[in-house]
């Protein structure tokens, strides 16, 4: 029987969740996490149930955005004050306090793929990767010093 006590307390129990934002669209993200800040991920779920979860989105310096939109998107928020003011997207902090990522029970995945960068390859995988083409002997990959103008 203390099985059974174990699962219902982890079905009703709020969990703290993390979302990496890093090269995720925050459009596309927020039914994620709307999904576990609602409950719905939970088997027990009902409109009227306040069984939602905590979400801590991390890396949100990071989101990707279409061309200038990250920099002019007003983040809406109704705090209830009559002279309340709409952050930008660039306030926000990065700092998560040790507390609460001690607390933090699962990872919810990203909604795109991000690609690897070239660094984040190793020697042995750049050269096995297929070459497109051979460059000529007498090709320069990089110019030496700095370009002069064209007169």
Not at 78 to 86: F, I, R
Request: glycine share 6%; with cysteine; proline share 7%.
């Amino acid at each position: 029987m203390a099985h059974h006590r174990v699962q219902q307390w982890a079905t009703f129990a709020r969990q703290w969740w993390v979302y990496d934002a890093t090269w995720q669209c925050p459009f596309r993200s927020a039914p994620a996490i709307i999904k576990h800040l609602q409950g719905k991920h939970k088997p027990i779920y009902h409109p009227t149930n306040d069984c939602g979860d905590h979400v801590v989105v991390i890396n949100s310096k990071h989101i990707a955005m279409e061309g200038d939109l990250w920099r002019t998107f007003k983040y809406s928020h109704h705090t209830g004050g009559k002279d309340s003011e709409d952050p930008d997207l660039e306030t926000f902090s990065e700092n998560v306090p040790d507390e609460i990522l001690k607390n933090l029970s699962g990872q919810i995945q990203q909604v795109m793929t991000v690609p690897k960068g070239i660094h984040e390859y190793t020697e042995e995988e750049k050269a096995e990767f297929p070459a497109l083409f051979d460059w000529p002997q007498d090709h320069i990959m990089m110019r030496s010093g700095p370009s002069k103008p064209k007169q």
